[in-house]
């Protein structure tokens, strides 16, 4: 028999994130402050906010006890990104960019999602502090909230930690490094930013400046992409830069879990892990063929533009970064087409990437194998393994329910951007990049122009188009079934 939701555990909690918002904002603030910005009173109206708002709930709701089940875990993975999207594009409105409501909440959501697609056209004209707090959004989202929550918070552990966890928590299972939640998260918040550290130092090592180095290791860890200038990394102009990034998108669309066993000396989990092997290969076998494609044009003249920067772009769309190039539109339809492979595929579950995830094409891939040999060998018994672990039916119809939504809604969002009079690839391109959490643009929403061009109503839509595809559609699409809500 089902309960009624437990608002009360859900707004307490609620009130505890609001004041972890308010202390994060202190941080670009106070770097406006010393800049001698004069964006900070954005700053201070968003802490305010979150002061008042996490204290009045907190303290009205002190003695009610915290106790989170699955619907109130989905109700309040929803509320969090969204409340804190709200809040968070604040700064983006009162800067200098004067950023309108959809604009900002775009930007902010495309920012937490780690989408990367912006709705600024200069980024260079905004100050540092805002800068700094439109990267952190993606380093703050890259893992998740609510993971960050349960790193910190003890009481969520005892009361409802795992189903948090597991609405926020991407691929067909959810690793678990140690028996309490708390520990798991601990261990991969020490992960994530321990090789956010090793980044910082090493761009700070080349070309960047420290401000810079911060920026882009916090956006390139986090697979988001946003940069603080606006050639992107192409700014630099570096091998080094190009280098040393994409071994850290790499590492960002991999399961951080199979990073901490690497890092503690269990080397073989990695050789014998599927996913991973399968991630490699994809990645070697897409950038073997746009290297060929770029050779047949002619337009891989030196190292740089036949090796590093392809690889870049490679690695750039399979973790769903997107960190464009310039010329990726020159390059012809072959290795666009191998783009959105890419940015279909995604990364390892358990990373800071979006898309598909590698783990649900493996099992697919798998499926269909088996059903091919059902049809010679109808008596047979044939199972679907992922790292040497079968996948059950019931997980595997969810796997085929995730990839038909997933497709369902590429759909309707290309339907609504060729309705505005979009070329049918652009909005194609549009919808996948940020289904994908991907954010790379292309014709319209690339070179050619920007999401800043697209109608208000667009980009609204692309924004819960980014939230579904972030939180891997069913924890938000669970809210459209009647079930959810009766008691």
């Known amino acids: 028999m089902k309960?009624?939701?437990?608002?009360s555990s859900v707004f307490k909690v609620m009130g505890h994130l609001l004041i972890v918002l308010a202390i994060m904002l202190l941080l670009p603030l106070v770097v406006e402050i010393c800049e001698g910005g004069r964006e900070w009173p954005g700053f201070v109206i968003a802490i305010g906010i979150c002061v008042v708002g996490g204290g009045v709930l907190s303290r009205t709701l002190r003695f009610r006890r915290i106790h989170i089940g699955r619907r109130e875990g989905f109700m309040l993975v929803n509320l969090v990104w969204i409340i804190y999207s709200a809040i968070g594009m604040i700064p983006f409105m009162m800067s200098e960019a004067h950023l309108g409501l959809s604009d900002a909440f775009f930007e902010t959501m495309s920012g937490f999602t780690t989408t990367g697609a912006t709705t600024i056209a200069d980024v260079e004209s905004l100050s540092k502090g805002v800068l700094l707090w439109r990267s952190m959004t993606q380093w703050i989202g890259g893992l998740g909230i609510i993971l960050f929550m349960l790193a910190i918070l003890p009481s969520l552990n005892e009361n409802g930690g795992v189903p948090m966890f597991n609405a926020e928590t991407t691929g067909i299972t959810h690793d678990k490094l140690h028996p309490q939640i708390r520990h798991t998260a601990a261990t991969l918040w020490i992960v994530y930013i321990g090789l956010t550290v090793a980044l910082i130092l090493l761009l700070w090592a080349g070309p960047m400046s420290f401000y810079d180095s911060v920026c882009q290791a916090f956006t390139t860890i986090a697979t988001g992409g946003f940069s603080t200038r606006n050639a992107g990394i192409e700014f630099w102009n570096s091998n080094y830069v190009y280098v040393v990034m994409t071994i850290f998108m790499f590492f960002g669309g991999v399961n951080f879990a199979l990073i901490y066993l690497f890092c503690k000396g269990h080397f073989a989990h990695l050789l014998k892990n599927d996913v991973f092997i399968a991630y490699v290969v994809i990645i070697l076998t897409c950038y073997a063929a746009i290297l060929v494609s770029l050779l047949l044009q002619g337009a891989a003249p030196d190292l740089t533009e036949a090796v590093v920067k392809p690889m870049f772009h490679v690695v750039s769309a399979i973790t769903t970064t997107g960190f464009g190039l310039s010329g990726f539109s020159s390059w012809g339809p072959f290795c666009l087409l191998v783009t959105i492979i890419l940015m279909f595929a995604g990364g390892c579950a358990g990373?800071?990437?979006?898309?598909?995830?590698?783990?649900?094409?493996?099992?697919?891939?798998?499926?269909?194998?088996?059903?091919?040999?059902?049809?010679?060998?109808?008596?047979?018994?044939?199972?679907?393994?992922?790292?040497g672990n079968i996948v059950p039916p019931e997980r595997l119809g969810k796997v085929h329910a995730f990839i038909l939504l997933y497709l369902l809604l590429i759909l309707a969002g290309t339907l609504l951007l060729s309705a505005y009079g979009y070329d049918l690839v652009d909005s194609f391109f549009a919808v996948i990049s940020c289904i994908g959490d991907n954010g790379l643009g292309y014709g319209v929403t690339g070179e050619a122009g920007g999401y800043h061009n697209l109608p208000d109503l667009s980009k609204w839509?692309?924004?819960?188009?980014?939230?579904?595809?972030r939180l891997e559609l069913f924890s938000v699409f669970v809210f459209f079934v009647a079930p959810f809500w009766k008691k």
């Open 461 to 469: 839509v692309l924004s819960l188009i980014m939230l579904a595809g």
């Open 351 to 387: 990373s800071t990437a979006g898309g598909m995830k590698v783990d649900r094409l493996l099992a697919t891939r798998q499926n269909l194998a088996n059903h091919i040999k059902r049809s010679l060998y109808p008596n047979r018994v044939y199972t679907v393994k992922v790292n």
């Open 3 to 7: 309960v009624e939701i437990g608002y």
